[in-house]
Antibody, heavy 121, light 107 residues
Framework: EVQLVESGGGLVQPGGSLRLSCAAS????????MNWVRQAPGKGLEWVSY????????NYADSVKGRFSISRDNAKKSLYLQMNSLRAEDTAVYYC??????????????WGQGTLVTVSS | DIQMTQSPSSLSASVGDRVTITCRAS??????LNWYQQKAGKAPKLLIY???SLQSGVPSRFSGSGSGTDFTLTISSLQPEDSAIYYC?????????FGQGTKLEIK
């Protein structure tokens, strides 16, 4: 069974840092591209960052570029999101999602349960 | 970035009804369109990919159609467990973007 479990969320002051983790099991983690997606309270879904299976390709949303850093450790079957210079508008539930790439089609087949990040003084 | 617009933003329907949700892209995305369902307090779940392909395990009452800029998600016979927010997502261009969501309530 595919399982993604996020951790590392919590309350942090504006300007602070936080590192999120996503532990994967039930599939060959290194073969899958991964994403971080967030959802502000009562709002819709926003893609945050993408990393290829080998970490050779990384992309960020403009809203987090220069502040967030995505990485992965395939040996540990784990995905990470280092978040620096946090702002109130970064407050959200953060999900990790595994990506299926089928030809030129891309979709997110499995999601974690999410971890809440609250940026507030 | 490609903008995705869903309509309606919310709707209420009865068990057994046929329900249609529309998604429009700001430019052509061919059939690079996915649909997700999000129940209250839960993570999103993939329903449809490539505009009309049903994800494994998803009930056959769900179907998707469309190409270019206009797409629809149809639930042929609404069930109580279908109460959720539905999101479309384009996968034509990075960043992958979502519609604002359609909240479906059961009368």
């Amino acid at each position: 069974e595919v399982q993604l479990v996020e951790s590392g969320g919590g309350l942090v002051q504006p300007g602070g840092s936080l590192r999120l983790s996503c532990a994967a099991s039930g599939f060959t983690f290194s073969s899958y591209e991964m994403n971080w997606v967030r959802q502000a309270p009562g709002k819709g879904l926003e893609w945050v960052s993408y990393i290829s299976g080998s970490s050779s390709t990384i992309n960020y949303a403009d809203s987090v570029k220069g502040r967030f850093s995505i990485s992965r450790d395939n040996a540990k079957k784990s995905l990470y999101l280092q978040m620096n210079s946090l702002r109130a508008e970064d407050t959200a539930v953060y999900y990790c999602a595994s990506q299926v790439t089928w030809g030129s089609y891309r979709y997110w087949g499995s999601w974690g349960q999410g971890t809440l990040v609250t940026v507030s003084s | 970035d490609i903008q995705m617009t869903q309509s309606p933003s919310s709707l209420s329907a009865s068990v057994g009804d046929r329900v249609t949700i529309t998604c429009r892209a700001s430019q052509t995305i061919l059939n690079y369109l996915n649909w997700y369902q999000q129940k209250a307090g839960k993570a999103p779940k993939l329903l449809i990919y490539a505009a009309s392909s049903l994800q494994s395990g998803v009930p056959s009452r769900f179907s998707g159609s469309g190409s270019g800029t206009d797409f629809t998600l149809t639930i042929s016979s609404l069930q109580p467990e279908d109460s959720a927010i539905y999101y479309c997502q384009q996968s034509h261009s990075t960043p992958l973007t979502f519609g604002q969501g359609t909240k479906l309530e059961i009368k």
